[in-house]
């Protein structure tokens, strides 16, 4: 299996968790997805769970150097060694520039940022109809990929719930964020030529097939 060292990069709602939990399956690299390691810390009330829900309740995002250091242990754990694909990180450009030091300390480099394009319509539409996996963190949605039985999970039989921030009045402060802090990342790393854009419209697999043939065009 070949390793991967990437970055998934596209608004909320774009697809970004549903294709890494596939691309871990296909190469080998952990999945770092700081949104699951703050819900997750949230749901413990561990200090970093406490420190981090008034800024997800609100769409807001937690600051820099909370999720830098959040980034740096996780990238440092055993299952990241032959590699990784970064979920919803870096999300402003301190970020994407302190992962640039985190990576260079490792001896390592980015090999591609694969942006994952969604018109804001479709975007809303995903996230509103979006269900997850209380106890294993399987991703549903109500219309596009819905559970056998409702609201239980096909894998373990967890409860299924919606995000408190999937609700109306979140998403849009969240697409704002989006538009303000992260948009820009696109020219920090098209200038750094390794931005590749995969249109994210279509169905799941279509997108994944799309996500495979821009990694191995970069690898010829
Ligand atoms: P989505 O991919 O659906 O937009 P995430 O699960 O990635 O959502 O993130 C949920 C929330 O967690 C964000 O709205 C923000 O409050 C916080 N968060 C996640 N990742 C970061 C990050 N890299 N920087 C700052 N805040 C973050
Ligand atoms: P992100 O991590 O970028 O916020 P998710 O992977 O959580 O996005 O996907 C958001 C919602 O859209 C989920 O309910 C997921 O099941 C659904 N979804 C993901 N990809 C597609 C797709 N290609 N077509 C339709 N629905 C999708
Ligand atoms: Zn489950």
């Known amino acids: 299996m070949a390793s991967l060292r990437v970055v998934l990069l596209g608004p909320p709602g774009a697809g ?22 703050l819900r997750k810390a949230v749901a413990d009330q ?19 150097s909370v999720i830098v250091k959040l980034v740096a ?8 060694a032959p590699g ?8 402003t450009i301190p970020q994407a520039q302190s992962l640039e030091e985190i990576l260079q300390k490792m001896g390592l480099g980015l090999q591609a940022v694969l942006l994952v394009q969604v018109p804001h319509t479709v975007i809303v539409e995903r996230l509103a109809g979006r269900r997850t996996c209380k106890n294993c963190g399987a991703l549903y949605h109500l219309n596009f990929n819905p559970s056998t039985k409702e609201s239980i999970c096909d894998r373990c039989g967890g409860e299924l719930q919606q995000r408190d921030d999937d609700r109306e009045e979140t998403i849009s402060a969240r697409l704002k964020v989006y538009d303000n ?12 030529g390794i931005l590749r854009e995969i249109d994210g419209v279509g169905n799941v697999e ?5 996500l495979i043939k821009t990694l191995e ?3 010829t």
Not at 16 to 37: H, M, N, Y
Not at 73 to 80: G, I, P, S, Y
Not at 84 to 91: E, M, Q, S, V, Y
Request: with cysteine; net charge positive; proline share 5%.
């Open 73 to 80: 242990e996780r990238l440092n754990e055993k299952d990241c």
């Open 84 to 91: 990784f694909i970064l979920d919803g990180f870096p999300r």
């Open 46 to 64: 561990s200090p970093l769970g406490k420190e981090a829900s008034a800024f997800i309740k609100r769409g807001d995002l937690v600051p820099d």
């Open 16 to 37: 970004k968790g549903t294709q890494a939990k596939l691309l871990r399956e296909q190469f080998e690299a952990c999945q770092v997805s700081t949104g699951d390691i």
């Open 217 to 219: 065009d970069r690898a």
């Open 181 to 192: 802090q992260t948009a820009p990342l696109v020219d920090y790393y098209r200038q750094r």
């Open 206 to 210: 279509d997108i994944r097939h799309r």
